[in-house]
């Protein structure tokens, strides 16, 4: 496995990634959710040019990334380097730190900092979500989790074919946990305890705020559960998805969504002209 990731081609990961993701659509096709009532291809179109944009951003992020790897495992720098574990165990914690750093962590901070906020809430804008939906991020987001990720490979200390491995699982779960599949009520509860499940991920994306800021973990759901921060819902079905700012069709477009985070909402202009009264 270490040989493999440590040199592994971007287009072989590319192609895992994307066979991953058509697979999920077909299902979701197959055995959906919920009924999807817009339409999937156009909905999936706007959702891939995100992906391309946070595919120049990693990409031009990359040397950062590679080079903080390397001088990591050169200089035996970071947590995991201070006592000398078994390579199944550096593995191990190597995921459930980049997981948490990288992933957990920054979601928190973007949901808790209002100007972070303001680029995060191009994701939860989206009203109808499918595995599509996990690739839904403005690029500046995106810079943001590469800052997170650099941050988690320096301070615990993980050689590059783990980031590799972390990133391609970390990039399909986050497909999974999206997606709008069907599963058995005792099959996603179980997965839950250990993984982040479809319907436990489907409450983050709630139009009520506290169910919004919940549930931020993208592959081990014991981050949520440890810090507080787990809501579970009797009935996914329930639940509109969306803002309720931004129910507008128009939010659902290319162009709208890039200019959100500058944009002010009504909420925002009442509460901007009360303050100036006081």
Partial sequence: MESFF???PSWYRTAILVAGLLLLWIIEGAIPRLSFKSN????????????????????GFAFLIVKASEWSSR??????????????????????????????????????????WHFHKVHHIDTAIDATTALRHHPIES????????????TMGVPIWMVMLYQTLSAFMSQF?????HLPQWLDNALSWIIVSPDMHKVHHSH????????????????????GTFVKVKDTTLIRYGLDEYQDARYQEIGQLLKVPWEKT????????????Q
């Avoid at 810079?143 to 320096?154: G, H, K, S, T, Y």
């Fill in 75 to 116: 200089e035996q720098f970071g947590l995991l380097y201070i006592i000398h574990l078994p390579i199944w165990l550096h593995l191990i914690l190597a995921l459930l730190m980049l997981d948490f750093i990288g992933a957990y962590l920054v979601h928190l901070i973007q949901h808790k900092i209002a100007w972070m």
């Fill in 266 to 277: 009504n909420n925002e202009q009442c509460n901007q002209l009360y303050n100036s009264k």
């Fill in 40 to 59: 999937r291809y156009r909905h999936a179109g706007t959702n891939l040019f995100f992906t391309l944009t946070t595919a120049v951003v990693n990409l």
């Fill in 177 to 181: 946990n999206h997606a709008n599949i």
């Fill in 208 to 227: 009520y705020q506290p169910e919004t800021d919940s549930n931020y973990a993208n592959i081990f759901s014991l981050w949520d559960r440890l810090f």
């Fill in 143 to 154: 810079i943001f989790r590469v800052i997170a990720l650099f941050l988690a490979i320096i």
């Fill in 6 to 8: 440590d040199s592994i």
